[in-house]
C-alpha cells in the first residue's frame, strides 16, 4: 500500500466515522429532532449524488467504503427523525 493510498483510506475512514457518534446519541434517545431535517437530507442527497459518481466515473475503495457508511447513518437518523420512538 502507498503512502498516497494510506491517506486515502485514512481520510475515507475519519470521513464515514465522524458522523457515528451523532447517529449513536440519536439512536439511544430514539429520535433526531435536535437535528434540522434539511440537513440530513441534504447531506443524504449529497451521499447518494456523490456515490454514484463513485461507481459511474471514479470508483476509489476508500470512496466508496466513505459514502456508503454515510449514507447508512443518514438513512438511520431520518428514520428517527421522521419516526421516533414512542
Do not use: H, R
Not at 20 to 42: C, D, E, H, R, V
Amino acid at each position: 500500500m502507498s503512502i498516497v493510498e494510506l491517506v486515502g483510506w485514512l481520510g475515507a475512514v475519519f470521513l464515514a466515522i465522524c458522523s457515528f457518534p451523532q447517529t449513536i446519541k440519536n439512536i439511544k434517545q430514539g429520535n433526531a429532532t435536535n437535528l434540522s431535517p434539511y440537513f440530513i437530507w441534504l447531506w443524504l442527497l449529497g451521499e447518494l449524488l456523490t456515490l454514484i459518481y463513485v461507481l459511474a466515473d471514479k470508483f476509489s475503495w476508500p470512496l466508496f467504503f466513505n459514502y456508503s457508511l454515510n449514507l447508512t447513518f443518514s438513512i438511520i437518523l431520518l428514520k428517527l427523525y421522521y419516526f421516533p420512538k414512542k
